[in-house]
């Protein structure tokens, strides 16, 4: 029976079914949910079958459209032949029907099997969220492929019609000196609009291929369903740690996992998960039997980790972003052992998400961080899906950060010690002041710790005195 299905699945994965053959498989179905017992015959079908196909979550049983099956299987056929999905299969396509780069976006081959044909139709579908992740950009038609993630139809458009005629491949408009864009020429050529957005675009560190990805699929890569608060830069997963009874929850607090922060500081891990677990027994108790409204808010605030020193002979690094409607800026505070603010940085960097700005001023604290020759160094910030690509590089990070990832563990290479951590906004404060402080300026600034502004002062100072109280 199981052979009988794949075959059957095979069959229509190769080929467009007509419509009227769809129908009767359909028909199939609702006779055997509604009236299973009998071949033939009428029956009263209670809803509709459209609604019968929707998720579970919305009202509906989960059946299957066997079309929308179809057209899914075909495009997932096309995409593997657009993505350049290294097979035997996918190699004897490409070569028998003559694929090249442009096939997106070039017409129908009149002499195909009806598999192709099949194929070529789905192009369609998956026009829709395909997208060239910028490599080297030799093989990206600035004006035909789609590349840019933030424009109508991932195309952008001239700023006049006669630069249409300029060359056009999308490495012709980067400094490959400086491994940055040309930024006079993008906005010449470029509408003003479509100029914004592609210098939002980063450029790898090192060349590497153009490779189409699929945009939809990177709004939210991961989903945890269940998580413990974090504690100091790291989440519990209740699926590796599952926390039944109380003596399991007791052995997670003295013998917690690995958190990212030095050997002789695992303690504080301990100390702050007892605190959140006091917090949630008080909260608790005052709920039963005093009857308080109790505040989860400043129940969190209450047990909530601030900013802790590196060990000796090490830089803590914590950075930030802040954007407005118009602007983003990036923030870089360095602090040692003792606390002491060595420099404050800021800038501000033209408007992009704000996932990207995050990652863009980790990897700016890493360029400041080599120029100051600091090579034992830790970075903190509070953008958890960052921290979680750095930490995790075997796993494939967003789209929207994939390149600054990769560049920011290529520089990873050159400190002797070098560690990520996520940590919470609370104990991120130094750098989110300094990010505000940098939207509202007109130009970069580096403060040593004699030069501070009042706010960046106050807030450093404060952070220092939970460490080191007089």
């Known amino acids: 029976m199981e052979g ?22 359909d028909s199939l179905s609702r006779r055997f949910w509604w009236k299973p017992k009998e071949k033939e015959g009428r029956y009263i079908a209670w809803k509709r079958w459209n609604k019968l196909c929707q998720p579970r979550c919305v009202g509906g049983l989960g059946f299957k459209n066997t079309r929308e099956v179809i057209e899914a299987l075909l495009a997932k056929f096309a995409w593997m032949v657009a993505s350049g999905k290294q097979s035997l299969c996918m190699e004897v396509l490409r070569s028998k ?29 998956i026009e829709k969220g395909a997208c060239f992740l910028l490599g080297d950009g030799k093989s990206i038609n600035i004006w035909a492929d789609p590349w840019v993630p933030w424009t109508e139809d991932f195309m952008p458009k001239p700023r006049i019609d006669d630069y249409l005629q300029l060359p056009n491949k999308a490495h012709h408009v980067i400094d490959h000196n400086f491994k940055a864009w040309d930024e006079d020429m ?24 153009d490779r189409l990805i699929w945009l939809p699929d990177s709004q939210g890569t991961f989903i945890f369903a269940r998580a413990l608060w974090a504690v100091v ?17 007791l052995k997670l607090i003295i013998n917690p996992p690995d958190a990212p922060i030095p050997a002789n500081e695992q303690w504080i891990v301990t100390l702050n998960m007892a605190l959140i677990m006091d917090e949630i027994w008080n909260s608790r108790n005052r ?8 505040n989860l808010i400043n129940a969190k605030r209450s047990c909530s980790t601030s900013w802790s020193p590196p060990s000796p002979n090490h830089i803590k690094i914590n950075v930030d972003a802040a954007l407005n409607s118009s602007k983003s800026a990036l923030a870089v505070v360095a602090r040692n052992h003792l606390g002491k603010a060595l420099f404050v940085w800021g800038k501000v960097h033209q408007l992009c998400p704000p996932l990207q700005a995050k990652a863009l001023a980790l990897l700016w604290a890493a360029h400041l961080t080599i120029q100051n020759r600091w090579y034992s160094v830790m970075f903190e910030g509070d953008s958890k899906i960052c921290f979680d690509a750095l930490n995790h590089p075997n796993q494939t990070p967003r789209w929207s950060v994939d390149t600054l990832v990769s560049n920011i563990c290529s520089l990873s290479s050159c400190f002797s ?35 501070l502004p009042l706010a960046i002062e106050a807030v450093c100072k404060g952070e220092t005195s939970s460490c080191f109280p007089s």
């Open 186 to 209: 993008v906005k010449e050529v470029f509408s003003a609009k479509d100029a914004q957005a592609i210098l939002s675009i980063p450029i790898p560190h090192h060349p590497k291929q």
């Open 417 to 451: 010690s070098c560690k990520f951590g996520w940590v919470r906004k609370s104990s991120n404060s130094a750098a989110h002041v300094a990010a505000r402080f940098a939207l509202n300026c007109m130009q970069s600034f580096c403060f040593s710790e004699a030069m």
């Open 287 to 294: 709920k039963l039997f005093k009857q308080d409204q109790t």
């Open 4 to 25: 009988k299905k794949k075959l059957l699945i095979l069959n229509l994965f190769q080929f467009s079914v007509p419509v009227r053959n769809c129908d009767k498989l």
């Open 233 to 249: 830069g790291w989440g519990i997963r209740i699926d590796i740690a599952p926390l039944t009874s109380s003596e399991n929850i």
């Open 97 to 125: 029907y003559k694929v090249k780069e442009d096939w997106l976006r070039s017409e129908p081959s009149k002499f195909a099997s009806p598999t192709w044909r099949a194929i070529e139709r789905a192009k369609k579908l």
